[in-house]
């Protein structure tokens, strides 16, 4: 944080080699002070930086509009953290609480959680279907190309 700026950083693996503290987007940052032991930022604009632009492979444009950020952190011993914003997923999730062994001033919102966050996480990050509709799409091109080939070769072996 610098002059109302942030930059939201991750360590980053890709073709089994791991780069750290990569500079992924800049947000807005204008009022950035505690307020009851709490550092708070809600619905930040973000935009996504070069190396944030290589990280994704180059399918976004470094300067692009991102997802906005929101976080906690918490200044002071004891201070719980707000529950993470609503994105959509799981219905059935509770709200989310501050993990109580985690030393203030390393928690965080997106770190902090009911035991099983982390697991939610993971198996959400397994549930798109893109590779059914791929799979779908393929057999629909190789059977469209083999009734293709039996069109040409019957009209080729019947007589006119």
């Not at 709490?38 to 180059?58: V, Y």
């Not at 509770?94 to 099983?116: F, L, N």
């Not at 397994?126 to 070769?153: H, K, M, N, Q, Y």
């Given at each position: 944080?610098?002059?109302g700026?942030g930059?939201?950083?991750?360590?980053?693996?890709?073709?089994?080699?791991?780069?750290?503290?990569?500079?992924?987007?800049?947000?807005?940052?204008?009022d950035?002070?505690?307020?009851?032991?709490?550092?708070?930022?809600?619905?930040?604009?973000?935009?996504?930086t070069?190396?944030?632009?290589?990280?994704?492979?180059?399918?976004?444009?470094?300067?692009?509009?991102?997802?906005?950020?929101?976080?906690?952190?918490?200044?002071?011993?004891?201070?719980?953290?707000?529950?993470?914003?609503?994105?959509?997923?799981?219905?059935?999730?509770?709200?989310?609480?501050?993990?109580?062994?985690?030393?203030?001033?390393?928690?965080?919102?997106?770190?902090?959680?009911?035991?099983?966050?982390?697991?939610?996480?993971?198996s959400?990050?397994?549930?798109?279907?893109?590779?059914?509709?791929?799979?779908?799409?393929?057999?629909?091109?190789?059977?469209a190309?083999?009734?293709?080939?039996?069109?040409?070769?019957?009209?080729?072996?019947?007589?006119?």
């Amino acid at each position: 944080m610098r002059s109302g700026r942030g930059t939201l950083s991750a360590d980053v693996t890709s073709a089994g080699r791991t780069q750290r503290a990569v500079p992924l987007v800049t947000f807005r940052a204008d009022d950035f002070t505690p307020e009851n032991g709490l550092i708070a930022l809600t619905e930040a604009p973000a935009t996504l930086t070069g190396p944030g632009a290589r990280a994704f492979g180059s399918m976004y444009r470094a300067g692009t509009a991102m997802d906005p950020v929101s976080l906690a952190v918490a200044v002071d011993e004891g201070v719980r953290l707000p529950a993470l914003p609503d994105l959509g997923s799981d219905s059935s999730a509770g709200p989310v609480t501050a993990a109580p062994s985690a030393p203030a001033g390393q928690r965080s919102a997106a770190t902090a959680g009911s035991p099983g966050a982390a697991e939610r996480a993971d198996s959400a990050d397994g549930s798109s279907r893109t590779w059914v509709f791929a799979a779908a799409g393929a057999a629909l091109l190789a059977a469209a190309a083999a009734a293709a080939l039996l069109v040409v070769r019957r009209r080729r072996t019947t007589p006119n």
